[in-house]
């Protein structure tokens, strides 16, 4: 299971960080990703990191303000989120690619993952 936290009411330009903690499976070994769904609009791609943390991958309208990084001693994955702008509030959503992953890839759509958390709420005020 995976289980999301630490959204919230944030004003533009603060920061916010939210954690992703899995239990139940030791997810140290798969590669991880945020997503974020607004009201109305599709759930989009925000992040991704391989199972190492090595590597990672992000949106374009997140690059250079959100940063996901992961502890596998806490099997925990996290989203800081630096300067939102209201356009980022959205229910933001974890996942979990349990299938291999190969060197050099990045995940970016929803069918590349196979575990989901149950989202947390961010909102970004002016």
């Known amino acids: 299971q995976l289980q999301a936290s630490g959204g919230g009411l944030v004003q533009a330009g603060g920061s916010l960080r939210l954690s992703c903690a899995a239990s139940g499976r030791t997810f140290s070994s798969y590669a991880m990703g945020w997503f974020r769904q607004a009201p109305g609009k599709e759930r989009e791609f925000v992040a991704t990191i391989s199972w190492s943390g090595s590597s990672t991958y992000y949106a374009d309208s997140v690059k250079g303000r959100f940063t996901i990084s992961k502890d596998n001693t806490k099997n925990t994955v996290y989203l800081q989120m630096n300067s939102p702008e209201p356009e980022d509030t959205a229910v933001y959503y974890c996942?979990?690619?349990?299938?291999?992953?190969?060197?050099?890839?990045?995940?970016?759509?929803?069918?590349?993952?196979?575990?989901w958390g149950q989202g947390t709420l961010v909102t970004v005020s002016n």
């Open positions: 996942a979990a690619r349990t299938r291999p992953s190969y060197s050099g890839a990045y995940y970016s759509r929803i069918r590349d993952y196979d575990y």
